[in-house]
């Protein structure tokens, strides 16, 4: 079983509000290492709602210390990619969940959100790439690299990206349906598995890779992080619904592991992390992103709301519990 040290909720917008974009939220933090003295978390913010009641999601990052996570360097001072043209795929909102750092570039992956009418939303897989070092993004064109399908024809999002042995990987999220809600349709999604060989074209199925536990379950973000010879992933999951009114019913994290990035063993009771008893992860703990650095194993997460009130970070114990 792992063990975690929480080291707090270290970046809340709702307390600074920092940007006229930042006011709210800072969901999916997705850290790389910038440089010797900084790892850059990229995030999504909110501002305030507009007249329609309804928010728009801006795709910015928060610097912290390298060797003192809890310090906050730096905020980006405006959004690092404008929101899509009217009709476009990512209209509406930008999530990016993961990026790849390949020589002098930098390639951003991103769910682009687009309303609708029957159901509340529909999601598509974007590409931008940054060539002067994470500050400024340019996107690969007006539409997803990876979209709805006739083997997936609801939608996709979330994409994690990795390159392993020179072959690129992606986990993502495919929809599988929508379920009447108290209020809304509730959307059904579990990870799946691409590859690529460019990070740009991929190959996929749509199959879900992570076994569920209840019927519906829906599953986000695999964190992927190699130790002691297998490869081992967090993920979150909840069930499709009421689960914002039910503090059960809401995200928790689970834990799979495999040997081939194929296959995957579900086993929660190794995860060593839950929600706390009070405070801002309280309710529910979701979007985790794993960090291997400098010889640490750091978790960046989300809590209560979905991460209205920002991320934190919990560091792996090693066995003699330091």
Not at 8 to 20: H, Q
Not at 57 to 69: E, K
Not at 290 to 314: H, S, W
């Amino acid at each position: 079983m792992f063990s975690w040290k929480k080291l707090g909720n270290v970046f809340n917008p709702t307390i600074s509000r920092p940007r006229e974009w930042m006011q709210a939220y800072t969901q999916c933090p997705t850290p790389i290492v910038l440089d010797a003295e900084t790892i850059r978390v990229y995030v999504t913010s909110r501002g305030e709602r507009g007249s329609d009641l309804q928010y728009v999601s801006y795709p910015g990052y928060v610097d912290l210390a390298r060797h003192d996570v809890s310090r906050v360097l730096g905020i980006a001072d405006r959004p690092l990619l404008s929101l899509g043209r009217p009709g476009s795929f990512d209209e509406f909102g930008i999530t990016p969940s993961s990026c790849v750092q390949q020589r002098d570039e930098i390639y951003a992956y991103y769910t682009g959100w687009t309303r609708m009418q029957s159901v509340p939303y529909t999601l598509a897989i974007g590409m931008a790439v940054s060539r002067d070092g994470g500050y400024a993004f340019e996107k690969l064109g007006d539409g997803p690299i990876m979209a709805a399908s006739v083997n997936e024809p609801f939608f996709l999002s979330g994409p994690i990206v990795r390159v392993i042995a020179q072959c690129w990987h992606m986990w993502y999220l495919t929809g599988l349906g929508w379920l009447p809600g108290a209020d809304n349709y509730e959307p059904v999604y579990q990870i799946a598995h691409a590859t690529s060989k460019d990070g740009i074209t991929w190959d996929r199925n749509g199959t879900p890779v992570i076994p569920s536990l209840t019927e519906n379950e829906c599953q986000v973000s695999l964190a992927l992080f190699s130790l002691e010879g297998a490869w081992h992933s967090l993920f979150a999951y909840r069930q499709s619904t009421r689960f914002r009114t039910d503090k059960a019913r809401s995200y928790r994290l689970g834990h799979a592991s495999s040997h081939d990035l194929e296959t995957w063993v579900r086993d929660d009771s190794i995860c060593g992390i839950d929600v706390s008893e009070s405070g801002w992860d309280s309710q529910m703990i979701c979007y985790p992103q794993i960090l291997q650095v400098d010889g640490r194993i750091l978790l960046f997460y989300c809590g209560n709301d979905f991460g209205r009130e920002g991320f934190g970070i919990a560091e792996m114990l090693k066995n003699d519990g330091s």
